[in-house]
């Protein structure tokens, strides 16, 4: 069965650490991971996409196959990265059309 | 420009009713989305269309919940006879094509006492 896997309901860091929040994915084929992000009184929102390849306000994820995870990473915390975290999955060949997610992290930056 | 908008924001109805929510999407978009998000879950999908057709609908739990896009544009998400375990937020998203990032709207939180 295709399940997303987010081990951390709540993960609480100090301004300037690293923090990094774990997802691991269950699926037979190629799938395609996302992570999703939804701050405070905002609209949930794509953080980065892992066929991108891109680092997104100092995030990046590296997709590892041999252990099926998707973690997402940062070097130096900041508050404003306070926020709901996401991860996703898509099976569907790239398309975006039945996003499985996982029932994310909340991300704690204090000061 | 104007994002997805939902409406209502919220809903209260009581059980059995029945209720409809809307759902308008950015201008141009060709795909749009319907989740359902429980307390303490993450968004689950329930329906998505390509255009006027429903190109999965394999997330409806049951045939209480319809949707329907008439135009390709705006959406209405339909329950019928409401049980309170259909309490929970409902999301529209929409995005330019099925590989293109969704764009979520606020939600409408359904309440079924």
């Known amino acids: 069965a295709q399940r997303v896997t987010q081990p951390e309901k709540l993960l609480s860091v100090f301004k300037g650490a690293p923090v990094e929040l774990k997802c691991n994915y269950s699926?037979?084929?190629?799938?395609?991971l996302f992570w999703y992000v939804q701050y405070s009184r905002q609209r949930l929102q794509l953080l980065l996409r892992h066929i991108s390849r891109e680092s997104i306000k100092g995030f990046t994820a590296d997709l590892n196959k041999g252990e099926t995870s998707f973690h997402l990473k940062k070097p130096f915390a900041q508050e404003e990265d306070s926020a709901m975290y996401y991860c996703a999955l898509s099976g569907s060949g790239g398309s975006q059309g039945n996003l499985i997610f996982g029932k994310g992290t909340k991300l704690s930056v204090k000061p | 420009g104007a994002g997805v908008s939902q409406t209502p924001s919220n809903k209260v109805t009581e059980k059995g009713k029945y209720v409809e929510l809307r759902c308008d999407p950015i201008?141009?978009?060709?795909?749009l989305y319907w989740y359902r998000q429980s307390l303490g879950q993450g968004p689950e999908f329930l329906i998505y269309?390509?255009?006027?057709?429903?190109?999965?609908d394999s997330g409806l739990p049951n045939d209480r919940f319809f949707a329907v896009r008439p135009e390709g544009s705006v959406s209405t998400l339909k329950i019928q006879r409401t049980e309170r375990g259909d309490s929970a937020v409902y999301l529209c998203?929409?995005?330019?094509?099925?590989?293109?990032?969704?764009?979520f709207g606020n939600g409408t939180r359904l309440t079924v006492t």
């Open positions: 998203a929409s995005s330019l094509d099925l590989n293109s990032p969704l764009h």
């Open positions: 269309f390509q255009g006027t057709g429903a190109a999965d």
């Open positions: 201008s141009g978009h060709t795909a």
């Open positions: 699926y037979s084929g190629s799938p395609e």
